[in-house]
């Protein structure tokens, strides 16, 4: 057998692949690009986060600067004047995006896994029938007397789960997802006794991780970043997402300037309240924990995207 040496080329030089000058220069400048374009999306999140750490008389005198001249924490004093209620706040957020992620993923998939079946005669049906909710609705009014009266939904924690529980979005996802696994493997599995429920767990969802992923993604941004739902359903404070209390403390903010207008209020008092630095400490304080989530599921985020998107 003739070896590497006798050719004249080692493994590691027959696997190299020389670029051409042309390669490298589209290559180099691809990158750089990508890297500017990156570093621009970074600068608002850069600037949030000083500005929260600025004084309120340097942010007016001067605005968002890249290196405040003034540090000061008098933001973050005023954002935690209340620290049980941002605690509970916190508690209520991750409670609802947890559960609701959980549920959101679950009702996904199984719809996917159940339209995405070619035995199934039904599935065009209902698959018009999920599609036409997307185009049409019963109206606000019914559908918030439904929810309060006869679900139960008014300060209950299941007003800010349930009605996001289920997306027609996500579910189409999963069907495409579903449609690009062989059907061999579940026709085999029918064959060796196995219920669809046993698929759908055993067989599917192990093999469906970059779509749980991509969905997962999807479902806690929408469940971190929603206040509606809590502004609508619940009254009682100590059960208030995270986002709805930001939501409140801008309309205070909003409310203070109206008070001052009209004369009703000490414009002395009002001028010691940091305005524009409470609103980036709060931003950094609410959406700081979810940002963190991006970066563990990005792998399985861009596969479960990208999959199938070449198949016929």
């Not at 990508?34 to 750490?53: D, E, H, K, R, W």
């Not at 995006?97 to 995405?116: D, E, H, K």
């Not at 709060?282 to 959406?287: K, P, S």
Request: contains cysteine.
């Amino acid at each position: 057998m003739m070896t590497h040496e006798k050719m004249g080329k080692s493994p590691r030089q027959k696997t190299e692949i020389k670029m051409s000058p042309d390669r490298v220069v589209f290559s180099v400048m691809g990158y750089s690009l990508v890297f500017l374009f990156g570093m621009a999306c970074m600068i608002p999140f850069y600037l949030i986060l000083i500005s929260s750490f600025a004084s309120e008389s340097a942010l007016l005198r001067e605005g968002y600067r890249l290196l405040p001249s003034e540090f000061s924490l008098d933001s973050y004093r005023w954002v935690f004047r209340n620290p049980a209620r941002i605690l509970y706040s916190y508690r209520n957020t991750i409670f609802v995006t947890t559960v609701g992620t959980c549920l959101s993923i679950v009702l996904a998939t199984m719809t996917g896994y159940v339209l995405a079946r070619r035995d199934f005669p039904w599935r065009n049906t209902f698959a018009l029938f999920f599609f036409f909710t997307t185009l049409f609705s019963g109206g606000m009014v019914p559908w918030y007397i439904l929810c309060t009266k006869y679900l139960g939904f008014k300060n209950n924690y299941l007003g800010m789960i349930m009605p996001m529980a289920f997306s027609v979005w996500n579910m189409i996802i999963s069907k495409n997802f579903m449609k690009s696994i062989p059907f061999d493997i579940v026709e085999s599995a029918k064959m060796d006794g196995a219920d669809d429920f046993w698929i759908y767990i055993r067989l599917m969802m192990p093999l469906s991780k970059p779509l749980t992923a991509t969905l997962g993604l999807f479902s806690a941004l929408a469940y971190w970043n929603d206040w509606y739902n809590s502004m609508l359903f619940i009254t009682n404070k100590d059960m208030q997402s995270l986002q709805y209390f930001l939501q409140e403390m801008l309309s205070s903010i909003e409310a203070l300037k109206q008070l001052v207008a009209k004369g009703e209020m000490d414009v002395v008092m009002y001028e010691t309240v940091p305005q524009a630095g409470m609103k980036m400490a709060m931003t950094c304080v609410v959406t700081g924990p979810i940002i963190f989530l991006y970066p563990v599921i990005q792998r399985h985020f861009v596969k479960g995207l990208t999959v199938g998107a070449v198949k016929g």
